[in-house]
């Protein structure tokens, strides 16, 4: 793997392939941010970018314990990190996926949402006696970019069977939850802990692990939040007044949070028609959230001298041969922007890598690792409070 300064550095080397850009400085400084800052334990969502050098990233910077939701992330994190804490959060898993992670990579945390799955999980372990069982609800996503309020979760008044089922089988008793990706309002979380006091008095039951999952946002265009302290202590609040004993803990599962100001990519400018821009990657590379859900990312022109042009709104086409292949925008660069241009677009550490493929003979593999700053950071500003008190000192 290569190294560089920075982006612009990079392109005096003229890529013809896009590239991806890393910088493990950013995701080590947002896994001490959680593992400093939030008020419980941080599990790492594997999902949102399970590249192995992120996940050792992590686990130096403290996040010692890995949301895995398939047994192909079991494996992997495995392999990655022997020592790691693995939880397998999914609440529908195949039996055999559940016995090869319990007997065979030392997992003993299992989410679920139903009667069904409660009996795999036994089943499985053969009746295993060290379980933590989490209990998922399901909750509002109102709050958040991408809705995960539908397809998982018990819902709201049918939660007592299963805890009172679950509790008479498990080690130690969790309840779950996940407020949709990218929550742009700490009351999200708010008001899922209402839900979580509710469903411990109606099943009168203890509760020893309270888990308030992912959706922790990051920053993108017209997509700013409020700080990360304020969601933090929002949770920590609700935690506090709920009707369970001292020694319950508080988790987390952050996957964007963590993870999306670890990569960017590099890409050229292949033609222009107007206003659009025909891209080297898209849709079915690091571009899907761009196409399919319309996000926004940060783009900036990679050329020097810098363009002094006014700025204008752009859409782009990525490589393939279909219309789907196209990410509307509307992406600011200077008006001058022209063929065999190369445009960095950021923040796309989370759910960008990841879910990359190979269609139409488009995509590439080649990553290299910068230092400099992310085009955006929610943990700048944190630092800079910490060298300024240290100044003070
Ligand atoms: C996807 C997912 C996460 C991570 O969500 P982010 O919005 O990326 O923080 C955490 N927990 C579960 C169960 C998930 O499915």
Same mark, same amino acid.
């Given at each position: 793997m290569h190294k560089h300064h920075s982006a612009l550095g990079l392109v005096a080397s003229r890529p013809v392939q896009p590239v991806t850009l890393i910088r493990p400085h950013a995701a080590a400084r947002a896994a001490r941010y959680f593992v400093e800052k939030f008020p419980g334990r941080s599990l790492y969502a594997v999902k949102a970018n399970p590249s192995p050098a992120l996940i050792r990233t992590l686990w130096e910077s403290g996040i010692t314990h890995y949301d895995v939701a398939s047994i192909a992330e079991v494996r992997l994190v495995r392999r990655t990190l022997p020592q790691a804490t693995l939880c397998f +959060? @999914?609440?529908?898993?195949?039996e055999e996926a559940i016995a090869e992670a319990y007997f065979k990579h030392g997992v003993k945390t299992f989410s679920l949402d139903s009667i069904e799955e409660l009996d795999k999980i036994v089943r499985a372990t053969r009746s295993a006696s060290d379980l933590t069982l989490c209990v998922r609800l399901r909750v509002s996503s109102e709050h958040s970019k991408l809705s995960l309020a539908s397809k998982f979760g018990v819902a709201p008044g049918e939660s007592k069977e299963l805890l009172f089922r679950a509790r008479q089988v498990a080690d130690a008793l969790g309840i779950c939850f996940h407020v949709g990706s990218q929550a742009m309002t700490p009351e999200a979380y708010g008001n899922a802990m209402e839900r979580v006091r509710q469903a411990i008095v109606e099943a009168a039951v203890t509760v020893d692990v309270v888990d308030v999952g992912g959706g922790f946002p990051s920053t993108y265009p017209g997509m700013e939040p409020p700080p990360l302290e304020a969601y933090f202590e929002t949770i920590h609040r609700a935690f506090e007044s709920?009707?369970?004993?001292?020694s319950a803990e508080l988790w987390a599962e952050p996957g964007r949070a963590l993870c999306a100001e670890y990569s960017s990519i590099i890409v050229r400018v292949e033609r222009r028609r107007g206003d659009e821009l025909y891209i080297n990657d898209g849709a079915y590379g690091a571009l899907f959230d761009a196409a399919h859900i319309g996000w926004r990312f940060p783009v900036t022109l990679l050329r020097e001298p810098e363009s002094n042009a006014r700025e204008m709104a752009f859409s782009f086409y990525g490589?393939?041969?279909?219309?789907?292949? @196209? +990410?509307?925008?509307?992406f600011l660069l200077p008006a001058d922007v022209q063929v065999g241009d190369y445009l960095e677009i950021g923040m796309l550490g989370a759910y960008g890598s990841a879910m990359r493929t190979a269609f139409n003979g488009f995509g590439s593999d080649e990553t290299v690792t910068v230092d400099d700053e992310p +085009?955006?950071?929610?943990y700048t500003h944190v630092e800079r409070e910490v060298a300024s008190n240290v100044v003070k000192l």
């Amino acid at each position: 793997m290569h190294k560089h300064h920075s982006a612009l550095g990079l392109v005096a080397s003229r890529p013809v392939q896009p590239v991806t850009l890393i910088r493990p400085h950013a995701a080590a400084r947002a896994a001490r941010y959680f593992v400093e800052k939030f008020p419980g334990r941080s599990l790492y969502a594997v999902k949102a970018n399970p590249s192995p050098a992120l996940i050792r990233t992590l686990w130096e910077s403290g996040i010692t314990h890995y949301d895995v939701a398939s047994i192909a992330e079991v494996r992997l994190v495995r392999r990655t990190l022997p020592q790691a804490t693995l939880c397998f +959060m @999914h609440p529908v898993k195949a039996e055999e996926a559940i016995a090869e992670a319990y007997f065979k990579h030392g997992v003993k945390t299992f989410s679920l949402d139903s009667i069904e799955e409660l009996d795999k999980i036994v089943r499985a372990t053969r009746s295993a006696s060290d379980l933590t069982l989490c209990v998922r609800l399901r909750v509002s996503s109102e709050h958040s970019k991408l809705s995960l309020a539908s397809k998982f979760g018990v819902a709201p008044g049918e939660s007592k069977e299963l805890l009172f089922r679950a509790r008479q089988v498990a080690d130690a008793l969790g309840i779950c939850f996940h407020v949709g990706s990218q929550a742009m309002t700490p009351e999200a979380y708010g008001n899922a802990m209402e839900r979580v006091r509710q469903a411990i008095v109606e099943a009168a039951v203890t509760v020893d692990v309270v888990d308030v999952g992912g959706g922790f946002p990051s920053t993108y265009p017209g997509m700013e939040p409020p700080p990360l302290e304020a969601y933090f202590e929002t949770i920590h609040r609700a935690f506090e007044s709920l009707p369970i004993s001292y020694s319950a803990e508080l988790w987390a599962e952050p996957g964007r949070a963590l993870c999306a100001e670890y990569s960017s990519i590099i890409v050229r400018v292949e033609r222009r028609r107007g206003d659009e821009l025909y891209i080297n990657d898209g849709a079915y590379g690091a571009l899907f959230d761009a196409a399919h859900i319309g996000w926004r990312f940060p783009v900036t022109l990679l050329r020097e001298p810098e363009s002094n042009a006014r700025e204008m709104a752009f859409s782009f086409y990525g490589p393939t041969c279909d219309d789907l292949d @196209h +990410m509307t925008g509307p992406f600011l660069l200077p008006a001058d922007v022209q063929v065999g241009d190369y445009l960095e677009i950021g923040m796309l550490g989370a759910y960008g890598s990841a879910m990359r493929t190979a269609f139409n003979g488009f995509g590439s593999d080649e990553t290299v690792t910068v230092d400099d700053e992310p +085009m955006a950071s929610l943990y700048t500003h944190v630092e800079r409070e910490v060298a300024s008190n240290v100044v003070k000192l």
